[in-house]
Nanobody
Framework: QVHLAESGGGSVQAGGSLRLSCVGSRTTSSTNCMGWFRQLPAMGREGVATIDGHGSTDYADSVKGRFTISKDNANNTLYLQMNSLKPEDTATYFC?????????????????WGQGTQVTVSL
């Protein structure tokens, strides 16, 4: 059983940066689709970014140009670099992982999830 553990959340002012990490208990290179989602209380999970086994990435329109997803297979770690943070980025951020034919937000929803890390952006 693979486990995922997020870290790196915190409180920052608008315009600031944070880098989230997601460590897998097994090699990330064996999983061809990984991604980040975020969730507000009483709301559904919104896809933020995905990365497939070839390193191709996809982003939600709301974070394009500000967030960067990457992974370090040697350290079994997925990252989300978040720059120019806005108050509307405030949420609990989750990483997800799944082996699928086509990497996408919908396909990841049925995958393995971490426990989440809180990001709070204030004015």
């Amino acid at each position: 059983q693979v486990h995922l553990a997020e870290s790196g959340g915190g409180s920052v002012q608008a315009g600031g940066s944070l880098r989230l990490s997601c460590v897998g208990s097994r090699t990330t290179s064996s999983t061809n689709c990984m991604g980040w989602f975020r969730q507000l209380p009483a709301m559904g999970r919104e896809g933020v970014a995905t990365i497939d086994g070839h390193g191709s990435t996809d982003y939600a329109d709301s974070v394009k140009g500000r967030f960067t997803i990457s992974k370090d297979n040697a350290n079994n770690t997925l990252y989300l670099q978040m720059n120019s943070l806005k108050p509307e980025d405030t949420a609990t951020y989750f990483c997800a992982s799944r082996r699928v034919d086509y990497c996408s937000f919908p396909s990841l929803r049925a995958g393995l999830w971490g426990q989440g890390t809180q990001v709070t952006v204030s004015l």
